[in-house]
């Protein structure tokens, strides 16, 4: 628990000082509107006095708090001197990490109704005089709020960015008469504008909803994260959705583990056309390729111990004939392989499986059965009796969602969840662009939904419309429309969201 800090005793017995009764209401902590949240300490030096705001007379100001920098210095561009942004960096307070009487996990009462006891940061840990405390900003945000006509909290569109904008409300005692919540999903011009001629208030349910994330993330991530630390390895973490996650790798391990083996062949033709000049002659040795199966007998068992060998094509493996300059030439006389083990298909021949035996689908059970019908069809000659022809068409992919766009960037560029994570947010918050300054270039990357804006359909459409390299032709009839899961929060997806002028080589 942070300690007060008193006074020093020049200042205290000060006339000026002991005059100004006033005073003592800023270490009065109001009483949370919300009987499930309490605070770690009653004294709140940065929280606003009732009754504070703009001086008589002076230039007044709307206050704009966001909660990184990068997005204040971007949102700048584009208000003009009535407002004034600040950051917030992120949360301003946290459940508190120490234990009390009464609590069976530090800063929660379960017993008690699940109360919450959050706490600010006021101390520098690191022992970095130059990293600045949660108490540090929310006294900077208090002096500015006192002075400002409105107080705009314009944390994430996100039930997080729901708390951060409550967590500052509440400690600043801000008046609820000039405290206002906006929301916006891109930081351009025309979403600031729109946000700002619709101000909102703080929205108690999807607070909620992440007080109830935050504290089983308390609840059941800590001990758990531990239990990996003594049990495991140290550094491992796990919570409310890494547990989830294991329980459904662990239930699929299981069902492959019951699964039964069913041994089963395929056959496949290599053809050419007639008259096409390609000769190639089968090796009767290199005809057939078998797959090993996963352990599954006695022996297997037996020998569990060992190291499972992979799956693999005996086609591939190295020979065990004498000689390795002889393995060597056969290897170079042989044609080269695909990755299933299948020889490559030489210049003007193809490959056709074996779909329909005897008017039903071929169920080769076994070598002597797969033999069979090789044998069958030896001298039987391969005619095309129906060649089918069908056009496809190809549809652009669905916009990002938050998953979509990690599992992309992965396959794609093998980067880790928390580097694409990075990168998006600082798309999201603007970056320097070479003369327009600060600029952001996609909308909110934490979402699960695939809707477009409007606006920036009809801005896309008509720069495609009006471009000299493109022109109607590559325009579509009407907007490709996606749909989103039942469970999705309908917020924009992730996108573009500069104008297609500025946004040139840029993809979301």
Same mark, same amino acid.
């Given at each position: 628990?942070?300690?007060?800090?008193?006074?020093?005793?020049?200042?205290?017995?000060?006339?000026?000082?002991?005059?100004?009764?006033?005073?003592?209401?800023?270490?009065?902590?109001?009483?949370?509107?919300?009987?499930?949240?309490?605070?770690?300490?009653?004294?709140?030096?940065?929280?606003?006095?009732?009754?504070?705001?703009?001086?008589?007379?002076?230039?007044?100001?709307?206050?704009?708090?966001?909660?990184?920098?990068?997005?204040?210095?971007?949102?700048?561009?584009?208000?003009?001197?009535?407002?004034?942004?600040?950051?917030?960096?992120?949360?301003?307070?946290?459940?508190?990490?120490?234990?009390?009487?009464?609590?069976?996990?530090?800063?929660?009462?379960?017993?008690?109704?699940?109360?919450?006891?959050?706490?600010?940061?006021?101390?520098?840990?690191?022992?970095?005089?130059?990293?600045?405390?949660?108490?540090?900003?929310?006294?900077?945000?208090?002096?500015?709020?006192?002075?400002?006509?409105?107080?705009?909290?314009?944390?994430?569109?996100?039930?997080?960015?729901?708390?951060?904008?409550?967590?500052?409300?509440?400690?600043?005692?801000?008046?609820?008469?000039?405290?206002?919540?906006?929301?916006?999903?891109?930081?351009?011009?025309?979403?600031?504008?729109?946000?700002?001629?619709?101000?909102?208030?703080?929205?108690?349910?999807?607070?909620?909803?992440?007080?109830?994330?935050?504290?089983?993330?308390?609840?059941?991530?800590? @001990?758990?994260?531990?239990?990996?630390?003594?049990?495991?390895?140290?550094?491992?973490?796990?919570?409310?959705?890494?547990?989830?996650?294991?329980?459904?790798?662990?239930?699929?391990?299981?069902?492959?583990?019951?699964?039964?083996?069913?041994?089963?062949?395929?056959?496949?033709?290599?053809?050419?056309?007639?008259?096409?000049?390609?000769?190639?002659?089968?090796? @009767?040795?290199?005809?057939?390729?078998?797959?090993?199966?996963?352990?599954?007998?006695?022996?297997?068992?037996?020998?569990?111990?060992e190291p499972e060998e992979p799956v693999e094509d005996t086609e591939d493996a190295?020979?065990?004939?004498?000689?390795?300059?002889?393995?060597?030439?056969?290897?170079?006389?042989?044609?080269?392989?695909?990755?299933?083990?299948? @020889?490559?298909?030489?210049?003007?021949?193809?490959?056709?499986?074996?779909?329909?035996?005897?008017?039903?689908?071929?169920?080769?059970?076994?070598?002597?059965?797969?033999?069979?019908?090789?044998?069958?069809?030896?001298?039987?000659?391969?005619?095309?009796?129906?060649?089918?022809?069908?056009?496809?068409?190809?549809?652009?992919?669905?916009?990002?969602?938050?998953?979509?766009?990690?599992?992309?960037?992965?396959?794609?560029?093998?980067?880790?969840?928390?580097?694409?994570?990075?990168?998006?947010?600082?798309?999201?918050?603007?970056?320097?662009?070479?003369?327009?300054?600060?600029?952001?270039?996609?909308?909110?990357?934490?979402?699960?939904?695939?809707?477009?804006?409007?606006?920036?359909?009809?801005?896309?459409?008509?720069?495609?419309?009006?471009?000299?390299?493109?022109? @109607?032709?590559?325009?579509?009839?009407?907007?490709?429309?996606?749909?989103?899961?039942?469970?999705?929060?309908?917020?924009?997806?992730?996108?573009?969201?500069?104008?297609?002028?500025?946004?040139?080589?840029?993809?979301?």
């Amino acid at each position: 628990m942070p300690t007060p800090r008193k006074k020093p005793a020049s200042k205290s017995s000060s006339p000026a000082k002991a005059a100004k009764p006033p005073a003592a209401k800023r270490k009065a902590a109001p009483k949370a509107a919300s009987t499930a949240v309490e605070r770690d300490t009653a004294r709140r030096p940065w929280a606003v006095v009732p009754g504070d705001g703009p001086p008589p007379g002076g230039k007044t100001f709307d206050l704009v708090i966001v909660e990184s920098p990068a997005k204040a210095k971007t949102i700048n561009k584009y208000l003009g001197g009535g407002y004034k942004v600040l950051a917030s960096y992120g949360h301003v307070r946290d459940l508190s990490s120490r234990k009390q009487k009464g609590e069976e996990v530090a800063g929660i009462r379960i017993a008690d109704g699940w109360k919450l006891r959050y706490a600010v940061d006021e101390k520098q840990d690191d022992g970095d005089r130059r990293r600045r405390t949660s108490g540090d900003i929310l006294s900077e945000l208090g002096r500015e709020a006192s002075r400002a006509n409105r107080v705009l909290l314009a944390s994430d569109p996100d039930r997080e960015g729901e708390a951060i904008a409550r967590d500052i409300a509440d400690e600043l005692n801000l008046d609820p008469n000039r405290t206002y919540r906006i929301r916006f999903n891109e930081i351009t011009k025309g979403a600031i504008q729109q946000a700002l001629a619709q101000p909102d208030q703080i929205n108690a349910e999807r607070v909620a909803a992440q007080e109830a994330r935050r504290a089983m993330d308390r609840v059941v991530g800590f @001990p758990l994260s531990n239990l990996l630390g003594k049990k495991v390895a140290g550094g491992l973490s796990a919570g409310r959705v890494q547990s989830v996650a294991v329980k459904l790798i662990v239930d699929r391990e299981r069902e492959i583990e019951a699964f039964v083996t069913d041994e089963y062949w395929k056959i496949t033709a290599l053809l050419a056309t007639q008259g096409s000049g390609v000769a190639w002659t089968a090796d @009767p040795k290199l005809s057939k390729i078998f797959a090993k199966k996963k352990p599954g007998d006695e022996k297997a068992k037996a020998a569990a111990d060992e190291p499972e060998e992979p799956v693999e094509d005996t086609e591939d493996a190295e020979p065990e004939a004498e000689g390795e300059a002889a393995a060597q030439a056969d290897a170079a006389a042989a044609p080269a392989r695909t990755g299933g083990g299948l @020889p490559k298909p030489p210049a003007g021949t193809f490959m056709a499986e074996l779909v329909r035996w005897d008017n039903a689908d071929p169920k080769l059970a076994n070598e002597s059965a797969a033999d069979a019908v090789v044998a069958a069809l030896k001298d039987v000659p391969f005619v095309v009796t129906k060649v089918e022809q069908k056009d496809r068409q190809d549809r652009p992919h669905a916009p990002f969602t938050t998953s979509t766009l990690q599992q992309q960037a992965f396959l794609r560029l093998r980067m880790s969840t928390s580097r694409t994570m990075s990168a998006a947010q600082a798309l999201y918050q603007g970056v320097e662009l070479s003369g327009l300054g600060q600029t952001a270039l996609i909308t909110y990357m934490r979402t699960d939904s695939t809707r477009i804006s409007p606006d920036a359909l009809n801005t896309v459409r008509t720069f495609i419309h009006d471009s000299p390299a493109l022109g @109607p032709s590559y325009l579509p009839a009407k907007p490709n429309v996606y749909a989103s899961g039942k469970s999705a929060q309908e917020r924009s997806a992730p996108r573009i969201s500069a104008s297609p002028a500025t946004s040139t080589g840029c993809t979301s």
